[in-house]
């Protein structure tokens, strides 16, 4: 998982989501939740508002039209943050949709919308509106995740990342692949391939499991790299690289 941002709907999408929101508001309370299942699965409805959902999620996720919670799968389903059949007023709100795996969505997240005990805010992480490297630190050589917070904690939970081993053993071969890219675009560099050096770039942060290569930069300018990064200290001294900083993270 890491952080995306959000972009604005098309007008007529987002016209649409404003109208059928509306005729849910004006459905008697009791009946708003059946109402936002009928209105959700209608085939016209969907019609007028999926294509434009899907298509500005796909531009806002990761690499290749990644989930947004497991980074690896593509995404294929609009995912309501918090469940309709909890919120229903929310089922058309755009600030509630993500993309999904098909796996993410409906074997793992369903209708589990787990909230704070203390103050009631929820515990899964919203990637348009959290960090989630502020709450999520990734155990770079064995691939899996540590929580550092109850939000965290409640990812690793739902989403099961750390318990599909297909997570898990990716995560490991993408911790490689990203090394030899840093590397590599050192090189073509060094060399003035400033196109091909792009092009690197380009390829890294496209590739599955872009959480992988996240987390090694965000690791790398921790106090404790140096013990992050025990016996890989080539690979710590291009993390720390400006130069190399400046052109993977451009917003650094």
């Excluded at 007023?89 to 074997?107: D, G, I, K, Q, V």
């Excluded at 909230?115 to 509106?129: F, V």
Aim: hydrophobic share 40%; aromatic share 6%; net charge neutral.
């Amino acid at each position: 998982m890491i952080r995306l941002a959000r972009a604005p709907l098309p007008p007529d999408a987002a016209a649409h989501l404003t109208t059928y929101t509306e005729q849910i508001e004006q459905t008697v309370e009791s009946d708003r939740k059946a109402r936002a299942a009928d209105l959700w699965a209608h085939t016209t409805v969907r019609r007028r508002v999926r294509d434009g959902l899907l298509a500005t999620l796909a531009d806002m996720a990761p690499g290749h039209q990644r989930c947004m919670y497991c980074g690896d799968s593509q995404g294929t389903d609009i995912d309501h943050f918090e469940p309709k059949s909890r919120a229903p007023l929310r089922t058309f709100e755009w600030l509630n949709h993500l993309l999904a795996c098909a796996y993410c969505n409906s074997n793992q997240k369903r209708n589990t919308f787990p909230r704070s005990e203390k103050d009631g805010s929820p515990l899964l992480l919203d990637p348009t509106l959290q960090e989630p490297l502020e709450h999520l630190r990734l155990v770079l050589p064995v691939g899996t995740y540590k929580g550092l917070t109850p939000q965290g904690d409640a990812c690793i939970a739902v989403f099961g990342l750390n318990d599909r081993g297909v997570l898990v053993d990716g995560r490991r071969t993408a911790y490689g692949t990203a090394k030899q890219s840093v590397e590599l675009w050192r090189i073509a560099t060094d060399r003035n391939q400033h196109g091909k050096a792009a092009e690197i770039v380009r390829v890294a942060w496209n590739r599955p499991l872009a959480d992988v290569l996240a987390a090694m930069f965000h690791q790398a300018a921790h106090r404790t790299a140096e013990l992050l990064f025990l016996g890989e200290e080539e690979t710590l001294g291009l993390l720390r690289d400006r130069e190399l900083r400046a052109a993977f993270l451009p917003r650094a």
